[in-house]
C-alpha cells in the first residue's frame, strides 16, 4: 500500500507539472532519459550516414537497390488488383529501392490449403511430417506501421510432407489471438479506406499503443500477446474425450510475452486461449506456471524432460526470472524462481550436460516509478527500455553482462559469472561442459550483435526493428557466432569466472553475417560440431551480378564450427531471393529407435535435411527448398502461388501429415 501511495503522489505530481501535456511542446516535455535515448538515436545515424553515402556512390546497381523491372516496379493501380493491402506511397518507395522489404508485407490466411508445384528435383521419401513455423504475418495494418517487428500479429505456416508420394500441401492462418479478433472488428468499421489511411488499433503491444496512439486511449493499457515467435508440438492428451481429438498431436504458439495458445493442427483454428501449463491431473500439488513462457525451450531427449524460462511480471518486486522443468506432455514438474542483477527480458536459453544457461544482457525494462509515462499512456512500454550496456567506450553509466548457470535437477542459480564487456545477444547455439583437473570449463556458443564501433550498438538494432521499411542501405546490423569459455570449481562452492572468447570463422579470417543458429539435438554427452544458419553471400566471381553484399539474408551455411575450413560455401537460390531461418530436420527423428528415441545413434549429427521459405522479391512470392543438411546440396524447390512473410522459428514433427 506504501509503494501504491507513493506511484500515484508521483503521478499526480507529473501531471501537475506539465509532463502529461504531449501536445504543447513534447519534446521538451518527455522525461530526460527519453530525451537522451533519441539524442543518441540521432547521433547514431549521423555516425552511418556519410559511409552509407559513400557506399551508394560507389555503387548505384547494388543488389538491394531496385533495377525498372519486377513485381514492385508496376504502376500502384496493377499493384493494386494483385495485392491485398497496397502499401503506402512511403513505404512502396522503400521497398522499390530495397526488394527484399516486400517480404514484410502482410500476408493474408489460405482459404485452402495449396499443393507447390515442384519445379526441381523430388521430395525425399523419407521425408514425412510436419513443419510448423511462426512469424510476424503483419507488422502494418493500412498505413500504421507497428512500433517493433516483435510486435507483429503471429502467423502460422504448416508445411506437411509426404516423401513417399512426392507431394506437400502447405497452409497458413493468423493465429487469432484476442487482439487480432478485436482489430478484425475494429477493421470492418473502417472498410473501403485508401492505402493512405491511418487505422486505430484495437490492442497494445510492447512497443505499440492503441487507437491512434494519444495518451488517453493508452492510460494502464496492457500490451498483449502476439503470439508470433515459435511453436511447440506436444503429444495428444490421453484423457481428451472429443470425437479423435486424441488421435491429433498438440500445436502451440509462443511468445515470451505471455502464455503458450493452442491451435488446431489441421486448421490453425485456435482451440484454447492463453493457457499456462500446469502439473499434471495425478499430481498431489496442483501447480501452473507463475510466469510468462519463453519461446526458445529446450528438451533433454537423454532425459525426456522440456527445460525453460519465463519473465516474472512483477513491477514492485525486485527483477526475477522464473525457471521450469515440464514433461514430455507439457505438464510442469517443477518451477523455481530466481533473482536477476537487473530487469530485463531474457530471450534464449540453452542446456548442457548438467546446466541451464543463459546470457543477462543490459536492456533494461522500466520498473516502479519509471512506469508512470507507460502507465499514464504516454509512451509504450518497449519505448521506455533503455540498453545500459554502453556504445562509447568512456560512457560511464554502464551495466554488466551475466552468465547464469542453473542445476537441471533441481533449477537452483549455481553461478553468476559477470563478462567483462556488455553483450548483445538473441540467440544461443549450444552450451557444452568439459572436465579437466578438477575444474569444469564450460563453453557456450552464441550468436552475437556486432557493429563497427565497440561496445555493441544494441540502441541501433533496436531501432532498425522499429520500422524495418525505413532502414538504411549498407546500414544494418547482424549478429556472428562466438564462443564464450568459462571456468566452474567443481568443489561446491559456486565460484566460477570467464576464461576467454573468439570468433567462429568461416573459411577465412573473418567472422561472417548470420542469425538463427540451428543445431541437431542428440541428447548425449557428444559436444556438437555443426550448426545451420541465415547468412549474406560475399561477392562472388565474374558474373555474380552484383558489386555490394545483399543487405539481407539471402544464403543459408552450414558452419563447421570445429574447424571453419571445412564449412559450406554459403547456398544462394538466385538474385533478389532471400532467405527465411534454415529449418533442420535430422534423420535421427524420421528414423528414431523403436523404443526409445534418445537412443537412436546410427546416423550422423549432419545427417538429414534443411527447409528454408525464400521470397523471389522480383515476382513477390515465395519457394520452399529441400536441402541435404551433409552436402547442402538442393534436393528439392517448389513453387508456392503467394508470399510468405520471413518467420522466426519453426519444429517438425515426424510422421504427422496434417493436410493430406
Given at each position: 500500500?506504501?509503494?501504491?501511495?507513493?506511484?500515484?503522489?508521483?503521478?499526480?505530481?507529473?501531471?501537475?507539472?506539465?509532463?502529461?501535456?504531449?501536445?504543447?511542446?513534447?519534446?521538451?516535455?518527455?522525461?530526460?532519459?527519453?530525451?537522451?535515448?533519441?539524442?543518441?538515436?540521432?547521433l547514431h545515424k549521423r555516425c552511418h550516414i556519410s559511409h552509407r553515402l559513400a557506399r551508394?556512390?560507389?555503387?548505384?546497381?547494388?543488389?538491394?537497390?531496385?533495377?525498372?523491372?519486377?513485381?514492385?516496379?508496376?504502376?500502384?493501380?496493377?499493384?493494386?488488383?494483385?495485392?491485398?493491402?497496397?502499401?503506402?506511397?512511403?513505404?512502396?518507395?522503400?521497398?522499390?529501392?530495397?526488394?527484399?522489404?516486400?517480404?514484410?508485407?502482410?500476408?493474408?490466411?489460405?482459404?485452402?490449403?495449396?499443393?507447390?508445384?515442384?519445379?526441381?528435383?523430388?521430395?525425399?521419401?523419407?521425408?514425412?511430417?510436419?513443419?510448423?513455423?511462426?512469424?510476424?504475418?503483419?507488422?502494418?495494418?493500412?498505413?500504421?506501421?507497428?512500433?517493433?517487428?516483435?510486435?507483429?500479429?503471429?502467423?502460422?505456416?504448416?508445411?506437411?510432407?509426404?516423401?513417399?508420394?512426392?507431394?506437400?500441401?502447405?497452409?497458413?492462418?493468423?493465429?487469432?489471438?484476442?487482439?487480432?479478433?478485436?482489430?478484425?472488428?475494429?477493421?470492418?468499421?473502417?472498410?473501403?479506406?485508401?492505402?493512405?489511411?491511418?487505422?486505430?488499433?484495437?490492442?497494445?503491444?510492447?512497443?505499440?499503443?492503441?487507437?491512434?496512439?494519444?495518451?488517453?486511449?493508452?492510460?494502464?493499457?496492457?500490451?498483449?500477446?502476439?503470439?508470433?515467435?515459435?511453436?511447440?508440438?506436444?503429444?495428444?492428451?490421453?484423457?481428451?474425450?472429443?470425437?479423435?481429438?486424441?488421435?491429433?498431436?498438440?500445436?502451440?504458439?509462443?511468445?515470451?510475452?505471455?502464455?503458450?495458445?493452442?491451435?488446431?493442427?489441421?486448421?490453425?483454428?485456435?482451440?484454447?486461449?492463453?493457457?499456462?501449463?500446469?502439473?499434471?491431473?495425478?499430481?498431489?500439488?496442483?501447480?501452473?506456471?507463475?510466469?510468462?513462457?519463453?519461446?526458445?525451450?529446450?528438451?533433454?531427449?537423454?532425459?525426456?524432460?522440456?527445460?525453460?524460462?519465463?519473465?516474472?511480471?512483477?513491477?514492485?518486486?525486485?527483477?526475477?526470472?522464473?525457471?521450469?522443468?515440464?514433461?514430455?506432455?507439457?505438464?510442469?514438474?517443477?518451477?523455481?524462481?530466481?533473482?536477476?542483477?537487473?530487469?530485463?527480458?531474457?530471450?534464449?536459453?540453452?542446456?548442457?550436460?548438467?546446466?541451464?544457461?543463459?546470457?543477462?544482457?543490459?536492456?533494461?525494462?522500466?520498473?516502479?516509478?519509471?512506469?508512470?509515462?507507460?502507465?499514464?499512456?504516454?509512451?509504450?512500454?518497449?519505448?521506455?527500455?533503455?540498453?545500459?550496456?554502453?556504445?562509447?567506450?568512456?560512457?560511464?553509466?554502464?551495466?554488466?553482462?551475466?552468465?547464469?548457470?542453473?542445476?537441471?535437477?533441481?533449477?537452483?542459480?549455481?553461478?553468476?559469472?559477470?563478462?567483462?564487456?556488455?553483450?548483445?545477444?538473441?540467440?544461443?547455439?549450444?552450451?557444452?561442459?568439459?572436465?579437466?583437473?578438477?575444474?569444469?570449463?564450460?563453453?557456450?556458443?552464441?550468436?552475437?550483435?556486432?557493429?563497427?564501433?565497440?561496445?555493441?550498438?544494441?540502441?541501433?538494432?533496436?531501432?532498425?526493428?522499429?520500422?524495418?521499411?525505413?532502414?538504411?542501405?549498407?546500414?544494418?546490423?547482424?549478429?556472428?557466432?562466438?564462443?564464450?569459455?568459462?571456468?566452474?570449481?567443481?568443489?561446491?562452492?559456486?565460484?566460477?569466472?570467464?576464461?576467454?572468447?573468439?570468433?567462429?570463422?568461416?573459411?577465412?579470417?573473418?567472422?561472417?553475417?548470420?542469425?538463427?543458429?540451428?543445431?541437431?539435438?542428440?541428447?548425449?554427452?557428444?559436444?556438437?560440431?555443426?550448426?545451420?544458419?541465415?547468412?549474406?553471400?560475399?561477392?562472388?566471381?565474374?558474373?555474380?551480378?552484383?558489386?555490394?553484399?545483399?543487405?539481407?539474408?539471402?544464403?543459408?551455411?552450414?558452419?563447421?564450427?570445429?574447424?571453419?575450413?571445412?564449412?559450406?560455401?554459403?547456398?544462394?537460390?538466385?538474385?533478389?531471393?532471400?532467405?527465411?531461418?534454415?529449418?533442420?530436420?535430422?534423420?535421427?527423428?524420421?528414423?528414431?529407435?523403436?523404443?526409445?528415441?534418445?537412443?537412436?545413434?546410427?546416423?550422423?549429427?549432419?545427417?538429414?535435411?534443411?527447409?528454408?521459405?525464400?521470397?523471389?522479391?522480383?515476382?513477390?512470392?515465395?519457394?520452399?527448398?529441400?536441402?541435404?543438411?551433409?552436402?547442402?546440396?538442393?534436393?528439392?524447390?517448389?513453387?508456392?502461388?503467394?508470399?510468405?512473410?520471413?518467420?522466426?522459428?519453426?519444429?517438425?514433427?515426424?510422421?504427422?501429415?496434417?493436410?493430406?
Amino acid at each position: 500500500p506504501k509503494q501504491t501511495t507513493v506511484l500515484l503522489s508521483t503521478a499526480i505530481l507529473y501531471i501537475i507539472c506539465g509532463h502529461f501535456s504531449v501536445d504543447i511542446n513534447a519534446a521538451a516535455l518527455l522525461p530526460q532519459q527519453l530525451l537522451i535515448s533519441r539524442r543518441r538515436s540521432a547521433l547514431h545515424k549521423r555516425c552511418h550516414i556519410s559511409h552509407r553515402l559513400a557506399r551508394l556512390a560507389s555503387n548505384q546497381d547494388a543488389d538491394d537497390v531496385a533495377s525498372n523491372e519486377g513485381f514492385w516496379q508496376q504502376p500502384s493501380s496493377l499493384l493494386k488488383s494483385c495485392l491485398t493491402s497496397l502499401p503506402p506511397k512511403e513505404i512502396l518507395n522503400q521497398i522499390r529501392s530495397q526488394p527484399y522489404k516486400g517480404g514484410f508485407e502482410p500476408v493474408s490466411d489460405f482459404v485452402q490449403p495449396q499443393t507447390p508445384k515442384i519445379i526441381y528435383g523430388s521430395i525425399p521419401s523419407d521425408l514425412v511430417g510436419t513443419l510448423a513455423v511462426n512469424g510476424p504475418g503483419r507488422i502494418r495494418i493500412g498505413s500504421r506501421v507497428m512500433g517493433h517487428w516483435f510486435d507483429g500479429d503471429g502467423y502460422i505456416t504448416t508445411l506437411s510432407f509426404d516423401g513417399r508420394k512426392n507431394q506437400v500441401r502447405v497452409f497458413g492462418k493468423y493465429v487469432r489471438t484476442s487482439r487480432f479478433v478485436a482489430q478484425e472488428k475494429q477493421e470492418k468499421r473502417g472498410a473501403g479506406r485508401d492505402e493512405e489511411y491511418k487505422p486505430p488499433l484495437a490492442f497494445s503491444g510492447a512497443w505499440t499503443k492503441a487507437g491512434c496512439g494519444q495518451f488517453y486511449e493508452n492510460i494502464v493499457e496492457i500490451p498483449q500477446n502476439p503470439s508470433n515467435t515459435a511453436v511447440m508440438w506436444l503429444p495428444p492428451l490421453t484423457e481428451s474425450t472429443s470425437d479423435n481429438a486424441f488421435l491429433k498431436p498438440r500445436l502451440l504458439a509462443l511468445c515470451e510475452g505471455g502464455h503458450p495458445i493452442e491451435v488446431d493442427p489441421v486448421t490453425l483454428d485456435v482451440l484454447n486461449g492463453e493457457r499456462p501449463f500446469k502439473s499434471a491431473p495425478s499430481s498431489a500439488n496442483a501447480d501452473s506456471v507463475s510466469s510468462f513462457f519463453s519461446a526458445h525451450y529446450s528438451t533433454d531427449l537423454k532425459e525426456n524432460t522440456i527445460y525453460n524460462h519465463g519473465y516474472i511480471l512483477n513491477i514492485f518486486a525486485p527483477p526475477s526470472i522464473n525457471l521450469m522443468k515440464l514433461s514430455p506432455e507439457g505438464h510442469l514438474i517443477h518451477q523455481k524462481k530466481s533473482d536477476m542483477p537487473y530487469n530485463t527480458f531474457v530471450h534464449d536459453s540453452t542446456i548442457s550436460q548438467s546446466f541451464i544457461v543463459y546470457i543477462v544482457c543490459p536492456y533494461l525494462i522500466p520498473t516502479g516509478l519509471e512506469l508512470i509515462p507507460f502507465i499514464f499512456g504516454q509512451e509504450p512500454l518497449g519505448g521506455l527500455m533503455k540498453w545500459r550496456g554502453g556504445h562509447h567506450p568512456h560512457d560511464t553509466d554502464t551495466y554488466y553482462s551475466y552468465l547464469h548457470i542453473h542445476d537441471k535437477k533441481d533449477l537452483s542459480l549455481k553461478y553468476r559469472i559477470e563478462i567483462p564487456h556488455p553483450m548483445s545477444v538473441y540467440h544461443l547455439v549450444d552450451a557444452f561442459e568439459e572436465e579437466k583437473d578438477e575444474l569444469v570449463y564450460l563453453k557456450v556458443r552464441v550468436a552475437e550483435l556486432v557493429s563497427n564501433d565497440l561496445p555493441c550498438n544494441r540502441p541501433l538494432l533496436e531501432e532498425q526493428f522499429a520500422n524495418q521499411y525505413a532502414v538504411q542501405f549498407g546500414t544494418r546490423l547482424h549478429s556472428t557466432l562466438r564462443e564464450y569459455t568459462f571456468v566452474l570449481q567443481n568443489d561446491g562452492t559456486s565460484v566460477g569466472r570467464f576464461l576467454d572468447c573468439r570468433n567462429i570463422y568461416c573459411k577465412s579470417d573473418d567472422s561472417i553475417p548470420c542469425d538463427y543458429p540451428i543445431t541437431n539435438n542428440f541428447g548425449g554427452d557428444n559436444r556438437l560440431r555443426f550448426t545451420w544458419v541465415n547468412t549474406i553471400a560475399p561477392l562472388a566471381n565474374e558474373g555474380d551480378g552484383r558489386s555490394l553484399p545483399s543487405d539481407w539474408f539471402d544464403a543459408v551455411q552450414k558452419v563447421d564450427m570445429e574447424n571453419g575450413a571445412l564449412s559450406s560455401p554459403p547456398v544462394t537460390f538466385g538474385k533478389h531471393v532471400y532467405c527465411g531461418p534454415p529449418l533442420f530436420i535430422p534423420e535421427n527423428k524420421l528414423h528414431p529407435h523403436p523404443q526409445n528415441e534418445s537412443l537412436t545413434r546410427d546416423f550422423g549429427e549432419d545427417e538429414g535435411y534443411i527447409v528454408v521459405v525464400l521470397y523471389l522479391s522480383k515476382e513477390h512470392r515465395s519457394d520452399v527448398a529441400i536441402l541435404d543438411a551433409r552436402s547442402m546440396e538442393v534436393l528439392c524447390r517448389m513453387e508456392l502461388g503467394c508470399h510468405v512473410t520471413y518467420s522466426f522459428h519453426g519444429e517438425f514433427l515426424p510422421g504427422f501429415v496434417a493436410i493430406q
